[in-house]
């Protein structure tokens, strides 16, 4: 597979990550982390799924994959674009490819998020760049981000949730 043949202009990358973070927030609001992505189509216009983060198995990059790959093809996922609002997980970055998104923009990155969170026991985040994941596979998965014209608002979002006490398990 081919990289995509077209990118999104900047005006796209911050309307859809701001898109994506308004998701989250709605995630947060039902009692999820705040963790929110979208798909686009290879038009850079028609948003095919939306996601929040479910659980700490369940991440809202991992779960649109998935949806995603059971409703298109691989030829036609290679086209589009998910948008995040973090740097996704190993996890995350793998379901991608597997799913065969061609592109991927995140608005923070998975440092700064670690920076927000510090050894908060909900967020055990895996020191693990997306492009380093992706470098391993056989697809050039194109990775645009982090962006800085949203890096505040997302940034914002973790700072209020994460400064919260942890839940107490069980």
């Known amino acids: 597979m081919t990289e995509p043949a077209t990118s999104p202009s900047p005006d796209q990358l911050v309307h859809y990550?701001?898109?994506?973070?308004?998701v989250a927030e709605a995630a947060l609001r039902s009692?999820?982390?705040?963790?929110?992505?979208?798909l686009v189509g290879p038009d850079h216009e028609t948003v095919w799924l939306s996601q929040g983060n479910v659980d700490a198995v369940n991440h809202a990059e991992s779960v649109l994959a998935r949806e995603a790959a059971q409703r298109w093809s691989p030829a036609?996922?290679?086209?589009?674009?998910?948008?995040t609002t973090?740097?996704?997980?190993?996890?995350?970055?793998?379901?991608?490819?597997?799913?065969?998104?061609?592109r991927l923009v995140f608005g923070l990155s998975e440092r700064d998020l670690l920076?927000?969170?510090g050894d908060h026991p909900e967020n055990p985040t895996l020191d693990?760049?997306?492009?380093?994941v992706f470098d391993r596979g056989q697809k050039p998965v194109q990775v645009i981000g982090p962006v800085a014209a949203v890096q505040a608002e997302i940034a914002a979002l973790h700072r209020r949730f994460w400064a919260r006490p942890a839940a107490s398990p069980g």
């Open 17 to 22: 990550l701001r898109q994506a973070n308004a």
């Open 31 to 38: 009692g999820h982390h705040p963790f929110g992505a979208l």
């Open 76 to 83: 036609e996922l290679w086209g589009c674009t998910l948008y």
């Open 86 to 102: 973090v740097e996704p997980c190993a996890m995350c970055a793998g379901t991608q490819y597997w799913a065969h998104i061609g």
């Open 115 to 117: 920076a927000i969170t």
């Open 128 to 132: 693990l760049p997306c492009r380093d």
